[in-house]
């Protein structure tokens, strides 16, 4: 598409639910970002993949958190037990290359909220 | 490691006048810069990048931003606001090796225009 899709825009749960965030990203971008952005503040990095493989996971919080893109292309942010703190909009980007300082294009992100 | 920090959390200039939103950064490495925008609901959107190249970066709506490696800033500049430009702005870094493309923002810079 022209841009980076995500799905839902807007999530409300209750805590302790499972909750599913999609991207899909510009057609041909190998690289694949996951930000989380709370409050007030700025985006922070969970997990970029290189095609299929999660390449640097090193953001994501904890263990309730997982992330996949099984054909390279769309990915699926999947937070499991959430927590109120888990409360945040969530922020995908693609990106043409990795490497050198190839523009990231970010899609809307996805509110979630969590009771 | 990176880190970037943006002076101001709100900004309030008089439409016409100049806008200066601050930005100093961290880095062991000489790094990648760059100024995003956020408009409400939106997705960031590139303002414009420094990698290493002129000093002296223009970007997009007549924004521009200078590299001072003296002074480890980069701050972001436009001669005359426009109501339009009421928007959160962050700052991002990035080392050039490695995935280049993973950012790590600031906390973010309101700007108000006003009349």
């Known amino acids: 598409g022209a841009g980076v899709s995500q799905t839902p825009s807007n999530k409300v749960t209750e805590k302790g639910k499972y909750v599913e965030l999609r991207c899909d990203p510009i057609?041909?971008?190998?690289?694949l970002y996951w930000y989380r952005q709370s409050l007030g503040q700025g985006p922070e990095f969970l997990i970029y993949?290189?095609?299929?493989?999660?390449?640097?996971d090193s953001g994501l919080p904890n263990d309730r958190f997982f992330a996949v893109r099984p054909e390279g292309s769309v990915s699926t942010l999947k937070i499991q037990r959430t927590e109120r703190g888990d409360s945040a909009v969530y922020l995908c980007?693609?990106?043409?290359?990795?490497?050198?300082?190839?523009?990231?294009?970010f899609g809307a992100g996805s509110r979630l909220t969590v009771l | 490691a990176q880190s970037v920090t943006q002076l101001g959390s709100h900004v309030s200039v008089s439409e016409g006048a100049l806008v200066l939103l601050r930005c100093n950064y961290s880095?062991?490495?000489?790094?990648?810069l760059f100024w995003y925008v956020q408009y409400p609901n939106q997705g960031l959107q590139l303002l414009l990048k420094y990698t290493s190249a002129a000093t002296l970066v223009k970007g997009i709506n007549g924004f521009e931003a200078e590299f001072k490696k003296s002074e480890t800033s980069f701050h972001l500049t436009k001669p005359s606001a426009h109501m339009s430009d009421a928007a959160e702005y962050f700052c991002a870094v990035s080392a050039p090796t490695g995935t280049a493309s993973k950012l790590t923002f600031g906390t973010g810079t309101r700007l108000q225009v006003t009349l």
């Open positions: 057609s041909g971008h190998t690289a």
């Open positions: 980007a693609s990106s043409y290359d990795p490497t050198g300082a190839n523009v990231l294009t």
């Open positions: 880095s062991s490495v000489p790094p990648y």
């Open positions: 993949f290189q095609g299929t493989g999660a390449a640097d």
